[in-house]
């Protein structure tokens, strides 16, 4: 998904780029779902306890976030050289739009010279882009797992 929408991100914006980010791994994540029931109705002949059904959806989710990642850094590093740049100067020019003071400004700016070097260094920039799709990945697994596990409860003796 990733892929297919940075061609756009000058087009989006940065803004818009997030809303679209965020929504396309929602929909993205809905494979964790679909792979905690199939686990259930598969491997689990039709009944899964909570943590089994949280520990596969982890593992979807850890497979899936490692995929975004490898796809960012391959995209970042070879694609995208002005991305920082981009960053630094929406940030700026959202800092000045809401009447920041000029020292605050500056302090700003060399926060974001000292996030351009760090993120320059490929674990860094694997863990804070790690951190992306994390929340989003807790949530679906948590809300599929809610949904999807069930005990097999046995026939009461009469």
Do not use: H
């Amino acid at each position: 998904m990733m892929a297919v929408t940075i061609p756009l991100q000058d087009a989006i914006g940065f803004d818009y780029g997030m809303i679209v980010g965020y929504t396309t791994m929602v929909l993205a994540f809905l494979l964790i779902y679909f792979g905690v029931r199939t686990y259930r109705d598969t491997a689990g002949g039709g009944s899964v306890t909570f943590g089994r059904a949280v520990k596969v959806g982890a593992l979807i989710a850890l497979i899936s976030s490692s995929c975004y990642v490898a796809t960012w850094q391959v995209r970042y590093f070879n694609f995208m050289p002005d991305f920082s740049a981009k960053l630094s100067a929406r940030t700026l020019g959202k800092a000045r739009a809401a009447g920041e003071s000029e020292a605050a400004i500056s302090k700003t700016r060399k926060e974001m010279e000292k996030f351009a070097v760090m993120y320059q260094n490929p674990a860094i920039n694997a863990t804070i882009t790690f951190l992306e799709p994390l929340p989003v990945a807790l949530i679906m697994t948590l809300v599929s797992t809610g949904l999807l596990s069930r005990r097999t409860i046995p026939p009461r003796a009469t």
